[in-house]
């Protein structure tokens, strides 16, 4: 059995090195849907670009596949991703957009795990009766709600009800303050703002929210499944026989094992939450990859940006990746009985 | 002379599941005396552990539900207690080991802080009064208690769980240092190295390990009662053996009152000093294990005896009982044992059937459900 | 169906069972199903609505003058109009109303849903088969095996909303287009779910013991895995034909749907009203059809949610120790409560550890 600091360190790398073959499939998809999805691009994406661009294209897609491929490749680690139909460079405009993005789908997370997993716990303890009819009700709810939808009523009717902002990150486009990380509330806490660090929070509740709304369902369902699931085992049996209270069974013994369990769908929720940045962050005006994904596929009736479109679609899978990765490794920690070597 | 320290008087326990609903355990009366060990047998499914778990209400309420009957511990009727109150008798008041030993502890957390939990628990009651020593022939009256101690209060709040393990650990070293206690109890259950197994975890241990681990966390909390559900069924027979032994040796030191439940014939008379046969839900003959082996006074216990393999019997083909276990949903009417009973006569199907009545020439305490409890010596 | 037995029929008995046999099944799935209605208000609820709206569905592609009494894309002679009893959700600027056009986008929206799921659950099932069935390393079918796990892998790491847009975006509009953009997305969640089921089914002892007399393999998987894969897989079936639908609507509120009015889907609708500003002024333009949305797949998820809760493994084995559990005699329910006091006499559950594989059906995220 090994669970020494050593272990760690291989199992990590070990899930590391996993990582190489999904990366290079996600490069070749991509790069498959950047290149062979219509029989000539270069007409299509550069319709009114000048002369050079389109030869440039031209050339690159009357060489083999491989080098295709390759040049691909070269060009992604450079940080030459391409650009839009204005010529304006994808690379600079995710490397803005992703802090951004990553801050939304961070507070959402947090409010997923902080709302959606008590909701669980609750609808578990109460199975059949009409508090889990509640929860179960409101999860579905947000299963059912389109993005869109969820968006735009809560910036339309939700946020003058509160009297939350539903645009932007702050209320001036440029705060008084450098932006080192361009993660709204870590920037405004860098420069030592409070009342901008609570304009920040205030602007990021609603798209969060509207966020973890929509999720919720993966975290409270999964929390649910697997509290019925330890509930009835003796160890929580033997808990209670010590004389421990219901809360501190349920919360300490039960729920610990539980999130054991539901740690592995945070792919998957990364995945929606991503996913649901791409109308959220348009609706409520977040400088994010999201927002740019939205216009470089065409949405609102702009011109597609093809090489933007699919950037975005790589970061994506990236962070699902990621984020299948951090669950790998939280499943690790968390269950004894997972052996690091 | 009397001096139960629990005892269960007419209960009956019911499933109910959908429509279905039926009576696992049904007018079953029983005491368990201060000190004394009194086992329960009898086959999978007759009700035994369903009666071992309700005594705590342990049992998930629904599906089941107490249909009548009582269960007196220290003066209090457990089954008027709301269940959220529940946590104060449990521990210190009742405690249990149970069948699996792999199960019955926490997978996710280290052994020491499962037996520090258990004794931290015991020490904070016994600091607020709420209990003292079983040993102590005066135990504490838990009806008495007026407001909520200081340990409810403590152990009450309802946190996230991360949060949670850091306040126990807290309050944990705060009480003063659990360590020496937890090694004593390790110890007492025959441990040799204990430190060496305080940062591991249950799945590290071999099942004799934990289950023994199991009985020192039970232990921990100086029990007045103790339940202990086929404590050693699941370990293999040498195990069986050691652990036995065991609980042997500490039934003495320790001086519990024990509630054993078991099928196992051989671990019975081995451990316990009364004996209670149930079959289909119904306690069928109770007494003295020594009488109740020689003596049966029921057709049930004999065929019982005689099935069994054990070196406690006298030699001869082992045989089996005729006829199968009834459906407790459709029990049979009168005596439930009559459709297998050799002894049967008409009046064994009428309703409601023979009830627990002293033997004649048998110990005070040896009663039987059966109309011809006299005859069941002739038996074959 | 009957007709077909024949000489085959008469050599291989059980392939074909008779009527009776036939009949009994239904009623077998019939009170299954009723069961599982039972156990949970809001199944039936979800049941009830998912009838509800099949039929509306059905009645608008055969006889649509039953509903409403305009023809798609018809305008009428009130512009700009507020909820009535006239027109439910109001109209738009041209007049067109609004509650006739969301139940035209009903049979469309459904049509293209049971489409997509339909054929990623065959091909991704079918996949999900061989990957699960035949994957002893170091054969021909580990080999095959390992390659469609891998590529479904790669899949499964894009969220599928957002690979579904990119693919959308390269195929340019149309119905066609939209079902392909989005299937190329949606079949990997089967392969994972089947292949799970499957690798848990080979190991049963029935399955090992056919192998082991020398059944075929096609025969056992066809026979035996698929009708134990079905009940996850019908489950799951449900709860996404919800999920297709919510991501319909986004990649048409995105631009990349249908051309509406000419035709009425739901997504493209919203994106339609939503685009020409409307929200603000006249917000029944879009809530209308973003409630036509809802609801349905409301009505999907309850159903799909509730059928999991009774039907998928990881679940049932609890539900059994729960008064969840109902049935429609007492006989059955004796079986259960018998069951739960089995579990209370030996306990048999089984460790977390092999509860805590990773979850394939837990849920696809919502875009």
């Not at chain 2, 609903?21 to 009898?42: D, I, P, Q």
């Not at chain 2, 393999?309 to 009417?333: A, D, E």
């Amino acid at each position: 059995m090994g669970r020494s600091p050593t272990d760690l360190a291989i199992f990590v790398g070990k899930r590391l090195l996993q990582l190489v073959p999904v990366l290079i499939g996600i490069t070749i998809l991509t790069f498959v849907f950047t290149h062979l999805s219509t029989i000539n691009p270069c007409a299509q994406w550069y319709p009114h670009a000048d002369p050079t661009t389109r030869a440039n294209c031209e050339h690159l897609f009357s060489q083999p596949l491989s080098t295709q491929y390759w040049q691909y490749l070269t060009n992604l680690v450079h940080g030459n991703w391409g650009a839009s139909v204005e010529q304006v460079a994808v690379y600079p405009q995710i490397a803005e957009g992703l802090p951004a993005t990553l801050e939304l789908v961070l507070a959402a997370l947090f409010l997923m795990i902080v709302i959606g997993i008590p909701l669980g716990v609750i609808a578990a303890q109460s199975s059949g009766r009409w508090p889990d009819h509640l929860v179960r009700i409101f999860y579905l709810s947000g299963w059912a709600t389109p993005t869109y939808l969820g968006a735009v009523i809560a910036a339309i009717f939700v946020a003058p009800y509160f009297g939350l902002p539903s645009h932007g990150e702050y209320s001036s486009l440029v705060p008084p303050f450098h932006q080192y990380t361009h993660m709204s509330v870590v920037d405004a806490l860098i420069a030592g703002n409070l009342p901008w660090t609570l304009d920040a929070i205030e602007h990021l509740i609603l798209p969060a929210a509207t966020l973890a709304f929509i999720n919720m369902g993966i975290a409270t369902r999964m929390t649910r499944s697997s509290m019925l699931e330890v509930l009835p085992l003796d160890y929580v049996k033997s808990a209670r026989m010590k004389g421990l209270s219901e809360g501190w069974v349920l919360y300490k013994h039960a729920l610990r094992n539980s999130l054991i369990t539901t740690t592995t769908v945070l792919g998957v929720t990364a995945g929606g939450l991503l996913a649901g940045t791409v109308v959220v962050e348009e609706v409520f005006g977040w400088p994010g990859i999201g927002a740019y994904a939205y216009t470089a596929i065409g949405g609102g009736g702009a011109a597609p940006n093809f090489d933007g479109a699919i950037a975005v679609v790589a970061v994506f899978a990236v962070g699902v990746v990621v984020a299948n990765l951090i669950a790998d490794i939280l499943y690790g920690l968390l269950d004894p009985r997972v052996d690091w070597r | 002379m009397s001096d139960p320290v629990v005892s269960v008087e007419g209960l009956s326990i019911d499933y109910v599941i959908g429509a279905g609903r039926f009576r696992a355990v049904s007018g079953v009366t029983l005491s368990v005396e201060r000190g004394h060990v009194v086992g329960v047998v009898g086959e999978t499914g007759c009700g035994k552990s369903t009666l071992a778990q309700a005594i705590p209400r342990l049992l998930p309420e629904p599906p089941a539900t107490i249909g009548e009957g009582r269960i007196l511990f220290q003066g209090q009727d457990l089954v008027q207690v709301p269940l959220w109150k529940m946590p104060r008798i449990r521990g210190t008041g009742i405690n249990m080991i149970f069948q699996e030993p792999l199960n019955s502890l926490n997978p996710a957390f280290r052994i020491y802080d499962q037996l520090a939990e258990a004794i931290y628990i015991r020490r904070v009651r016994e600091k607020s009064g709420a209990v003292t020593d079983p040993r102590a022939a005066q135990a504490y009256d838990y009806s008495r208690s007026q407001d909520p101690t200081a340990s409810e209060a403590l152990l009450r709040p309802v946190v996230p769980a991360g949060a949670a393990a850091r306040v126990t650990r807290r309050a944990v070293e705060r009480h003063g240092d659990l360590k020496p206690e937890v090694l004593e109890y390790l110890r007492l259950v025959r441990i040799n190295d204990p430190e060496t197994i305080l940062d591991l975890y249950p799945h590290e241990l071999s099942g004799g390990m934990r289950q023994r681990v199991m009985i020192a966390m039970a232990l921990s909390e100086k029990p007045t009662l103790l339940i202990a559900d086929e404590p050693t069924s699941a370990l293999d027979v040498t195990i069986q053996a050691q652990v036995l032994t065991l609980m042997k040796e500490l039934i003495e030191e320790v001086n519990t009152s024990i509630l054993f439940i078991s099928h196992d014939l051989g671990v019975i008379a081995e451990t316990a000093d009364e004996l209670g046969v149930m079959y289909a839900g119904k306690l069928v003959e109770f007494g003295p294990v020594g009488e109740l082996f020689e003596h049966p006074r029921h057709p049930y216990t004999k065929a019982l005896l005689r099935a069994a393999p054990t070196r406690y019997k006298s030699q001869g083909p082992l045989s089996s009982i005729p006829g199968s276990v009834p459906n407790l949903s459709h029990p049979p009417s009168g005596c439930r044992f009559h459709p297998r009973c050799p002894l049967m006569k008409p009046n064994c199907r009428i309703a409601p059937g023979p009830g627990l009545e002293t033997v004649r020439g048998g110990a005070a305490n040896h009663t039987s459900a059966c109309f011809y409890a006299d005859a069941v010596e002739a038996l074959p | 169906m009957g007709g077909t037995g024949g000489a085959a029929g008469s050599a291989t008995p059980e392939v074909r069972p008779s009527l009776a046999e036939r009949g009994r099944r239904v009623g077998r799935g019939a009170a299954l199903l009723w069961r599982v209605l039972r156990a949970n208000p809001l199944t039936l609820i979800g049941f009830v609505l998912v009838v509800v709206i099949v039929l509306t569905a059905i009645i608008m592609v055969t006889a649509p003058h039953l509903l409403t009494s305009y023809s798609v894309d018809q305008a009428s002679t009130d512009y700009s109009q507020g909820p009535s009893w006239k027109h439910l959700f109001g109209t738009d600027g041209n007049g067109i109303d609004i509650f006739s056009m969301v139940l035209y986008g009903l049979p469309v929206d459904l049509a293209i849903a049971f489409a997509i799921t339909g054929v990623a659950l065959l091909a991704g099932g079918g996949l999900g088969l061989v990957a699960g069935f035949w994957d002893k390393p170091g054969t021909a079918g580990g080999a095959v095996s390992v390659v469609i796990m891998r590529i479904t892998d790669i899949f499964l790491s894009f969220p599928s909303l957002i690979l579904a847009l990119a693919i959308a975006v390269s195929l340019g509009r149309g119905v066609w287009q939209l079902i392909v953009a989005v299937l190329l997305t949606w079949w990997p969640y089967y392969v994972r779910l089947v292949r799970g089921e499957t690798l848990a089914v080979k190991h049963l002892p029935y399955i090992m013991a056919a192998r082991a007399a020398g059944v075929k393999d096609g025969r056992i998987v066809l026979r035996h895995v698929v009708r134990n894969v079905l009940e996850p897989v019908v489950v799951y079936f449900t709860l996404d034909i919800g999920t297709v639908l919510v991501t319909l609507s986004t990649i048409g509120y995105v631009g990349l749907g249908l051309n509406y009015p000419t035709t009425p889907e739901w997504g493209s609708m919203i994106s339609y009203y939503q685009n020409a500003g409307l929200i603000t002024s006249y917000p029944w333009t879009v809530l209308g059809p973003g409630a036509a949305i809802f609801i349905t797949v409301l009505a999907f998820s309850l159903l799909g949610d509730g059928l999991r809760d009774v039907l998928d493994p990881r679940s049932r084995r609890v539900l059994a120790g729960s008064a969840s559990r109902s049935s429609t005699s007492p006989a059955e329910g004796e079986e259960a409560a018998e069951e739960m006091a089995q579990e209370t006499e030996a306990t048999e559950l089984p460790s977390p550890v092999a509860s805590a594989a990773p979850p394939a059906a837990e849920g696809r995220p919502v875009p």
